[in-house]
């Protein structure tokens, strides 16, 4: 089977220089995508030791980050647990408790 991470490596290999995401005055090209999720990758992989099958909380708005702290975790073999920065109290760890997820990425914000 062909999955998301593979389609997204496949277009960042042939057209790096293209864009992908634009965010307010940002743009960022499927190569700057590419290296921003492999060094999260590593940071999480190295510093949190995450080994494939753990799952993750995700508790970022919506901005690129989120992007790439999604392929990370696909690269890293981590399910992810996206998480609606709107919900608190209960039903937030209600959430977090279906999630099963035993470490959450959050921003200092949330």
Known sequence: PVTL?????????RQPHRPLLRFQDEVHTYE????????????????????????????LPNEPTYVWAWLALAKLGCPMACLNTNVRARALRH??????ATLVLASPGE
């Not at 991470?5 to 290999?13: G, M, P």
């Not at 492999?38 to 909380?57: E, F, I, K, T």
């Not at 959430?95 to 099963?100: N, P, R």
């Open 5 to 13: 991470l593979d389609v997204f490596q496949e277009h960042a290999r």
């Open 32 to 59: 700057d995508v590419e290296r921003r999720s492999n060094r999260a990758a590593r940071v999480l992989s190295r510093c949190l030791g995450l080994q494939p099958g753990r799952a993750v909380a995700v508790f």
């Open 95 to 100: 959430a977090l408790a279906a999630a099963g």
